[in-house]
């Protein structure tokens, strides 16, 4: 399985696969701590709720961190990093969220990984959305860490997270955690010496992600993954228009991983109303997670194709009309 995962983003020997137990946030939280030293210097950029869970999990566990906060629907740009690693030299680390899961924008990686370079700093990618659908190549882009998980692109199941770290990086931080459970040089050392988890490994998700990885192989690997996740983004996105429904970002920087529309003006829409009313004929709604406007999202991702996105449109007109929203 963690071979599988390398080749997705092209790790080889520079890179190892470090997988541990619990959700994504666990990944993170673990990537770090074992990577970042405790006098280190995090500068977090952020536009959305995973960007500021990255900032407040460094800051719980101690790290000094500076945040670069940009609205939710703009994007960060090499040239604000560039200026912020210029003014700063005391900043080791940059920390970047692929895509912003909270609205779908999508950050511009390859830009910003090679301006954190130049400075000669490491950077840390939470690329939990984006792995196996965005095309990263890991011999192209320079990063310390990546961080990515069984559920969301590869299609496992939840449960497992798993991060690609620097292998020179990573040989260098024994004893860097404050964290045993969340040690990923400790987890890295005792699988390779004993082929076995520390701790009480996942096995389901495990023996299911690796089915998963292989349906990955035979659909065409991350480009066919893409394609569809487009084509489902493009029919969601056709269907939302005819509904009168707006996205909230511009096409230019939507990922087609997650969309999130504008909910309706019409006073007799109520979004829980909808959700139950949508949930009632076979679609589960993802709710908005920004703060100054009233929104709702979809996925794109998962086994599903243009036709489950049309009737998922097909759901939401006949809600909307049942409740009479025009
Ligand atoms: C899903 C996700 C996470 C991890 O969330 P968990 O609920 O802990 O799995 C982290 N960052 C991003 C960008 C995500 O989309």
């Not at 939710?72 to 210029?86: R, Y």
Request: include cysteine.
């Amino acid at each position: 399985v963690r071979a599988r995962l390398g080749a997705i983003i092209n790790a080889r020997d520079t890179h190892v696969c470090v997988p541990l137990q619990g959700s994504g946030t666990f990944s993170v939280e673990a990537a770090v701590n074992t990577l970042v030293p405790r006098d280190g210097h995090l500068l977090v950029l952020i536009n959305g709720a995973y960007g500021k869970r990255l900032a407040r999990l460094a800051q719980m566990m101690g790290r000094r961190i500076t945040q670069f906060e940009t609205a939710e629907d703009v994007p960060t740009t090499a040239a604000d990093v560039d200026g912020l690693l210029a003014r700063d030299p005391s900043i080791t680390h940059v920390g970047l969220i692929h895509c912003e899961t909270s609205t779908g924008i999508e950050n511009p990686l390859a830009a910003i990984a090679a301006v954190v370079a130049k400075h000669r700093r490491a950077l840390i990618i939470d690329a939990m959305s984006s792995f196996g659908a965005l095309p990263i190549d890991a011999q192209a882009i320079p990063f310390d860490a990546l961080i990515a998980a069984s559920g969301k692109c590869v299609e496992g199941p939840p449960g497992m997270g798993f991060v690609f770290a620097r292998k020179s990086v990573l040989e260098k931080s024994e004893g860097r955690s404050s964290s045993l459970a969340m040690d990923l040089h400790d987890q890295w050392v005792y699988m390779e010496k004993t082929t076995q988890w520390r701790f009480t490994p996942p096995t389901h998700v495990l023996v299911a992600l690796d089915a998963a990885l292989a349906q990955y192989v035979e659909e065409g690997g991350q480009p066919a993954r893409l394609a569809r996740y487009r084509a489902n983004c493009d029919a969601l996105l056709t269907g939302l228009a005819e509904l009168g429904l707006k996205s909230f970002l511009p096409p230019a920087i939507q990922a087609p991983i997650i969309v999130t529309v504008h909910a309706p003006r019409d006073p007799r829409f109520a979004f829980k109303d909808f959700y139950a009313r949508v949930r009632d004929k076979g679609f589960v709604l993802y709710p908005g997670k920004l703060t100054q406007v009233e929104t709702f999202r979809f996925g794109c991702i998962g086994a599903i194709g243009p036709d489950e996105m049309r009737s998922a449109v097909h759901a939401m007109r006949d809600a909307l009309d049942e409740m009479g929203v025009r």
